[in-house]
């Protein structure tokens, strides 16, 4: 038996001669899809970096490139459908425009969908963007990696990836500390006795406030010219145990702000003692009763 002979054998209704040729046309198919792909990242990649600089949105990029890559794998699978005897008004189908967003709809679920949507907003709108430093829902706190089709990443303190869908991004309270102004204003409080002289301790905490490297002078030109202090402390609680005092202390930074509000409690606590301030705490006294 010849090799044209093998390749007319017929399987299941299949020639071998036409399973070998639909297994070398999908692999070319492959091959090449897998081949452009490759292709449209570099340039994606090469475009954010031209000359050291920022040549595009890195967000936008980022989405677009994952849009148009899903696309080529799209026209890849109708490419390889075309080759399939019955299948190629499937195909046709699926290459045009009315086609492709028929299959979306069928093939993803509800869910898919609008995570979808919620990044389109997401770019388009622009409450936040990539590098951008945000706390959602008083829960998550991180800056934005990654906005993908379904979901924004965001690494928080501890170096750890939190996926978060796209269609909570939208319904959620987003804090964004980039946006506008990155002034940020640190609430440095601590509680005093009683019997504390509290103007004494007010200008001990805004003494110590002043002295920390990482404070800004937020004042207008008005509130200069009206005397109001750099940093303003106030009485904010009279508690069960101690009266509060807050001060105000701003600093150029979210973290900048956060790394001063911790170096303050710190030294203000050692101001306090060595001034003899007294810092009270909850205390409970236990009577045992004579039996």
Known sequence: MNLNEILDTTVFG?????????CLKAAVIYLFVRAVTAFIKY???RSLRRQGKLAIDETKAGFVRQIVVAVVYIIGTAAVLSLIPGMEKVSNSI???AGIGAMAVGLASQ??????????????SRPFKVGDFVMVDDIVTGTVVEITLRHTVIRNAENRMILIPNSKMNS?????????????????EVGVAYSTDLDRAMALMADEALRH??????R????RKAGVPQVVVRVMALGDSAI??????????????????????????ERFDREGIEIPYPYLNVVKAEG
């Not at 299949?14 to 639909?22: E, Q």
């Not at 959620?172 to 440095?188: H, R």
């Open 14 to 22: 299949l020639s071998l001669r036409w399973v070998a040729m639909f």
């Open 43 to 45: 340039l994606f990649r």
């Open 95 to 97: 290459l045009a425009s």
């Open 111 to 124: 869910d898919a969908l609008s995570n979808i949507v919620g990044g389109l907003f997401i770019i388009f």
């Open 172 to 188: 959620s309270t987003v804090v964004n500390s980039s946006y506008g102004e990155t002034d940020t204003c640190a609430f440095v």
């Open 213 to 218: 490297p990482l404070i800004t002078d937020h």
């Open 220 to 223: 207008s030109e008005a509130d």
């Open 244 to 269: 509060t005092l807050r001060a105000w202390a701003w600093a150029a930074t979210p973290g900048g702000a956060f790394t001063m509000k911790c170096d303050l409690l710190k030294s203000v606590k």
